[in-house]
């Protein structure tokens, strides 16, 4: 089963293939921090997460 993302350039759901396989990278910046907490800071922390168990 292939993992397909969304490809916002393109604007279509592309199967994803690694740069130099088996090998993946990735990179997610820390929190924006400058106020309280919200829902939309952890929404990428979660994505990050997600992403780094499955692959």
Avoid: W
């Avoid at 993946?24 to 106020?35: E, R």
């Avoid at 829902?39 to 979660?46: D, K, M, Q």
Wanted: glycine fraction near 4%.
């Amino acid at each position: 089963m292939a993992l397909r993302l969304y490809d916002t350039l393109t604007r279509s759901v592309k199967d994803f293939e690694p740069a130099e396989p088996p090998v993946v990278q990735f990179y997610a910046c820390g929190p924006t921090v400058y106020d309280y907490a919200h829902i939309g800071n952890y929404r990428s922390f979660l994505v990050y997460d997600l992403l780094h168990r499955y692959l």
